[in-house]
């Protein structure tokens, strides 16, 4: 393995991508933690990409016109680190330092909201390749409605790197499907090819050919043979800019771990530090000073830093185009300025109904509907779909056109079955700014979304989940359609608020509740069966709180009785055939968890009084969880095997969701 011999003017471009490598080489060995052999590889593409085609501003990083970058594979931190401590980003070479230390600015994976410039926080392979799919969908929907000839404000491109673990995942293929039937020619992945991971060489596991793959993704693919050939790279990657038509994959052949003597293209390199012995040997090898730690010559850093003038100019040159499209289109730009800033009508909850019960039973899934269709007449920015269920979820817009190919415009997604990449998109779809993303599927396959939303609640992205057929009362589909344990393990996700109403009215205050909630993933868990609506009065306002009293008796209850969703028509049902045996039962509809344990101590006692131990909790669905609220002396009637396939109020009765069932259970808990 030689050196490489480069020209003069050349020799500076080299210095600046060896200047990556050692960053991230000191970096990861000073921490004792780490993966060096991506950005070692990845430094020459990185290199090219931030400082000759990227359109971005280090010095105002929130721009909005410019180009995004996501790193799927997050586990190459320092790639991105190193790129914007070089690039005159808000990240020193102290922060470099204190790579994975606590209270850092450079954690081990790129967090968003954390480190200035980082665009979504990546880590699970696969994801970040569909926030990507994401951003490019939220460019194209925003140039279609903004922009006007002769007037272009939203004009910018998607780049993602990824890898062999990437393209791996299923959510890669689902997100990549979808990126190439929408044909979004602003988005260009850059497919590093290092045929290495963690278990060894790809051979073992991996040996399709992705670029066929993609070309049948309808991707414009393009392969560069040299990872460290940075005319070739920038050559693919103007390529792939001209390109309008389809979304572009270069593939990138490259080492892992380039410049080591002993480690280069082995999986050794993957996730641990080189070594401080092969840290020196590298650096002789790329000509650096082996006795110094966290050096950068101040000749690359002053050329990567002339990246902020270039960006400043691009930004002063948008600036001039905005100020005429505010001139020439001030009700769009207006508009614009609206979307971008996440600003809320005044009158966005104008239309939303009010259900009455002579008007008959509804399906909680059906008022979600609805709702959704006024808040979307109010509500410029809310854009969603659904994985192939739009008619059984009620989530599509009624006359608004779709978002296709050829009509960016409209603001219904068909995602298709592609549960994981849905949930995913969706944080693209908001991190770009200007959407606000709901998206649906059956409660069930909330297993498929689950990833997406726990890094969702990571960024505290505001996504709505609209999780219909919330039990077992789905019926004929049988136990592999009927959700059991699915309630609990959303509940359990840090920062994430799971929202179960019972009736028509408490859904439409679920979909008030969760537009205001501007820093968490709301849940929406909504029946297929229909549910007798309640008095408005009774229900009104009340979501918010979480938990509160229904329905309740006179003087001191003897029982309290919690439930959620449709079971709270059974809590209801109950408390009437226990009042005619003289006992008094309260009835308390607990909706949303989270939002309960938000209220003070003194509301929970006030709503669940302590001295009042006989408690029984109905849900249907696992009884994991209701412990907090009923006690010791409390009990639970819910779910802890799978369902049956039988009629929706066959298999509620034989699994004991019957007012009588409550009712019995309860007196038996009084002796």
């Known amino acids: 393995m030689a050196p490489l011999v480069t020209e003069p003017e050349a020799n500076l471009d080299q210095c600046c991508v060896n200047a990556i490598r050692t960053l991230s080489m000191d970096a990861i ?7 060096p052999g991506a950005p070692m ?23 909005p016109d410019r180009d995004r970058f996501v790193l799927s594979g997050g586990h190459a931190s320092m790639l991105l680190y190193s790129l914007l401590f070089l690039t005159g980003y808000d990240v020193s070479l102290d922060d470099i330092k204190q790579f994975r230390q ?40 925003m140039a279609a409605r903004y922009n006007q000839p002769g007037h272009a404000i939203v004009d910018h491109y998607t780049y993602v790197i990824c890898g062999d673990g990437d393209m791996m995942e299923g959510i890669s293929s689902e997100a990549a499907s979808l990126a190439g039937h929408l044909g979004l020619g602003r988005l260009i992945c850059i497919y590093d090819d290092n045929k290495i991971s963690i278990e060894g060489s790809t051979d073992i596991t991996f040996t399709e050919n992705v670029g066929q793959r993609f070309a049948a993704y309808n991707w414009h693919v ?4 040299d990872g460290n050939d940075l005319a070739a790279i920038e050559k693919a990657l103007r390529a792939a800019q001209a390109e309008d038509a389809r979304p572009s994959l270069i ?24 070594g401080e012995q092969e840290v020196c040997l590298t650096k002789d090898f790329l000509g650096c000073d ?3 730690h966290f050096c950068v010559p101040d000749s690359a850093l002053n050329h990567c830093r002339q990246v902020a003038e270039r960006g400043q100019a691009a930004e002063d040159h948008w600036q001039e185009r905005y ?4 001139k020439a289109h001030p009700e769009l730009a207006d508009q614009w300025i609206n979307a971008v800033s996440h600003f809320m009508p005044r009158d966005w909850e104008k239309d939303l109904a009010v259900f009455l019960p002579e ?18 007449q109010r509500m410029p920015t809310l854009m969603g779909g659904s994985a192939d269920l739009a008619p059984s979820n009620n989530t599509y817009l009624k006359g608004l056109p779709e978002f296709q190919k050829g009509s960016y415009e409209g603001r219904n997604i068909r995602f298709g079955v592609r549960e994981h990449a849905m949930g995913a998109i969706m944080s693209g779809l908001f991190l770009h700014g200007g959407i606000r993303p709901y998206g649906g599927t059956f409660l069930v396959f909330a297993d498929y979304v689950r990833p997406a939303i726990r890094v969702a609640a990571i960024m505290k992205l505001p996504l709505v989940f609209v999780f219909t057929h919330d039990s077992i009362a789905v019926g004929e589909d049988g136990p592999t359609h009927q959700p059991v344990e699915h309630l609990a393990s959303l509940r359990i996700i840090p920062n994430v608020t799971v929202l179960r109403p019972c009736d028509a009215n408490e859904t439409v205050d679920a979909w008030v509740q969760a537009i205001r909630t501007n820093n968490s993933p709301v849940i929406l868990a909504l029946s297929r069966q229909n549910l007798p609506v309640l008095d408005p009065a009774q229900t009104g306002g009340q979501l918010a709180r979480g938990g509160y009293v229904l329905s309740d008796c006179k003087g001191k209850p003897d029982i309290l009785l919690l439930a959620s969703g449709a079971e709270v028509h059974l809590a209801l049902k109950a408390q009437q055939l226990l009042s005619a045996k003289k006992i008094a039962a309260r009835v308390v509809n607990m909706p949303s968890w989270e939002l309960f344990e938000k209220n003070s101590e003194d509301y929970k006692k006030e709503v669940l009084p302590p001295e009042v131990t006989a408690r029984l909790a109905v849900e249907a669905g696992t009884s994991m969880g209701w412990a907090r609220y009923v006690g010791i002396n409390g009990k639970v009637i819910g779910i802890d095997t799978f369902g049956a396939s039988a009629p929706g109020n066959v298999v509620l009765e034989k699994f004991g969701f019957t007012a009588e069932n409550v009712a019995s259970q309860a007196e038996a808990m009084l002796g």
């Open 29 to 35: 060995q000073k921490s004792n933690s780490g993966h």
């Open 41 to 63: 590889g990845l430094a020459p593409a990185g290199y090219v990409l931030w400082t000759r085609i990227m359109k971005h501003s280090p010095r105002n990083p929130d721009w």
């Open 102 to 141: 606590w209270g850092s600015k450079t954690p081990g994976h790129p967090e968003y909201g954390h480190t200035t410039g980082v665009e979504t926080t990546t880590g699970p392979l696969g994801q970040g390749f569909a926030n990507a799919v994401g951003l490019a969908m939220a460019e194209r929907h």
């Open 222 to 225: 393009i392969t560069v043979d």
């Open 251 to 274: 593939v990138l052949r490259t080492h892992i771990a380039y410049g080591s003597p002993n480690k280069q293209g082995s999986a050794e390199a993957h996730g641990a530090p080189l």
């Open 290 to 292: 082996k006795d110094m």
């Open 323 to 326: 100020v005429a499209y505010t």
């Open 359 to 376: 008007n008959g039973s509804v399906s909680t899934r059906a008022a979600s509907g609805k709702a959704l269709n006024a808040l979307a």
